[in-house]
């Protein structure tokens, strides 16, 4: 889970089935279409999803083909997360239930397949299967052997760093959950209080009007599909981007996590 930071990176939060905004935000950073569709940065940049590229959005099939694309040219990298682990074990077959938005992909898959046949659809839900299944719980990027950023969804602790088990799966995936509210909310405690040391953690997952910078953490889902914004964090610069959404995709204000106060 060690990668070099190379020529640089460029850490992307929460883009939940929000495509357009994402080309935008690529073509912003500096990305270019090939001839192959593949986006390469002319610096040899390459970006690197927090997760949760799918559900609650309009084009969940097109963010996740663009990813399996992109992390098979050795272009890009994702880390698992709570939707993209959703999303996985329904493609295995698996009895889950799907809400939260995760349900518009099986939609999806319903009109893929009617447009592109059951074999192309049964070849495609097998390689995002295995993309998704096979995601790390975080990615620790390193410069001179040195860790310097370390990618995970929800956080981490930082006894967790460099390992991986089922814990620390769940932990990357839902962040410190301490059990449910009486709405069947999380409950979520602030792990990032008790980050410590000059590693920088980037995280998502948790929708805050802008990035939340605590102890050496960021928070970089700025609530794109509730109309908020889409956030890159690039690295070593430490310099953000931003692209605002073009609608709130989510709907219910009641439900707007940019409008909870805390
Ligand atoms: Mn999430």
Same mark, same amino acid.
Not at 23 to 26: K, P, R, V, W
């Given at each position: 889970m060690r990668i070099d930071i190379g020529n640089g990176i460029d850490i992307i939060g929460d883009i939940h089935a929000c495509f357009e905004e994402f *080309?935008? $935000? $690529?073509k912003k950073l500096g990305y270019k279409e090939n001839q192959n569709g593949l986006y390469i940065h002319p610096d040899g940049r390459k970006f690197v999803s927090l997760g949760d590229v799918m559900s609650r959005g309009p084009e969940s099939i097109k963010c996740m083909l663009f990813f399996l694309d992109h992390v098979e040219a050795g272009l890009s990298y994702m880390i698992d997360s709570n939707h993209g682990?959703? #999303?996985a074990r329904w493609l295995d077959g698996r009895n889950v239930e799907l809400r939260h938005g995760d349900e518009l992909v099986e939609k999806e898959f319903y009109e893929f397949e009617k447009k592109n046949g059951v074999q192309k659809t049964k070849d495609i839900k097998e390689r995002l299967k295995n993309l998704l299944m096979n995601a790390p719980s975080h990615y #620790?990027?390193?410069h001179k052997a040195v860790d310097k950023v370390v990618c995970a969804h929800a956080g981490i602790r930082d006894d967790f760093i460099g390992k991986e088990n089922k814990r620390i799966k769940d932990f990357c995936r839902y962040g410190d959950v301490a059990? *449910?509210?009486e709405k069947g909310k999380p409950i979520r405690k602030d792990w990032f209080l008790q980050h410590q040391g000059d590693l920088c #953690? +980037?995280?998502g997952h948790d929708p805050k009007p802008e990035p939340l910078i605590v102890n050496n953490s960021i928070n970089i889902d700025q609530g794109l599909v509730f109309g908020g914004k889409l956030t890159a964090y690039r690295y070593p610069e430490n310099t953000f981007e931003f +692209?605002?959404?073009i609608k709130n995709y989510s709907g219910k204000v009641e439900d707007n996590p940019l409008n909870k106060k805390d």
């Open positions: *080309m935008e $935000l $690529l682990w959703k #999303i #620790i990027f390193t059990g *449910m509210d #953690i +980037v995280w +692209v605002h959404a």
